[in-house]
């Protein structure tokens, strides 16, 4: 059965920092693009960043060079490093696998999510 399970989300102070973690089972990791997505209160989904199986990152303007996206190919693992955080990144972020290895492709699976709420 294929599972994806965040944690870390947690409160934190605008300029503060976060790392979310997930936890990918019940699939072949390594041949998957993945991603994390997230969603603001009263908000659609919003994507945040993508790495595909060889390392290389994409990241929403929003997030870049404040976001760091990584993946341990033989732990299973994918995190996301958020640092200057502002009180727009208020959201559930979600861990997504994509359909393929490709970072722009659509997700097939993802997680329950992890809250992340920034406020003073």
């Known amino acids: 059965e294929m599972q994806l399970m965040e944690s870390g989300g947690d409160l934190a102070q605008p300029g503060g920092s976060l790392r979310l973690s997930c936890a990918a089972s019940?699939?072949?990791?390594?041949?998957?693009?993945m991603k994390w997505v997230r969603q603001a209160p009263g908000k659609g989904l919003e994507w945040v960043s993508s790495?595909?199986?060889?390392?290389?990152?994409h990241y929403a303007d929003s997030v870049k060079d404040r976001f760091t996206i990584a993946r341990d190919n033989a732990k299973n693992t994918l995190t996301l490093q958020l640092d200057s955080l502002k009180i727009e990144d208020t959201a559930i972020y979600y861990c997504?696998?994509?359909?393929?290895?490709?970072?722009?492709?659509?997700?097939?699976?993802w997680g329950k999510g992890t809250l992340v709420t920034v406020s003073s």
């Open positions: 997504a696998k994509s359909m393929r290895n490709d970072w722009n492709t659509a997700m097939d699976y």
């Open positions: 019940g699939f072949t990791f390594n041949n998957y693009a």
């Open positions: 790495i595909i199986s060889g390392g290389s990152t």
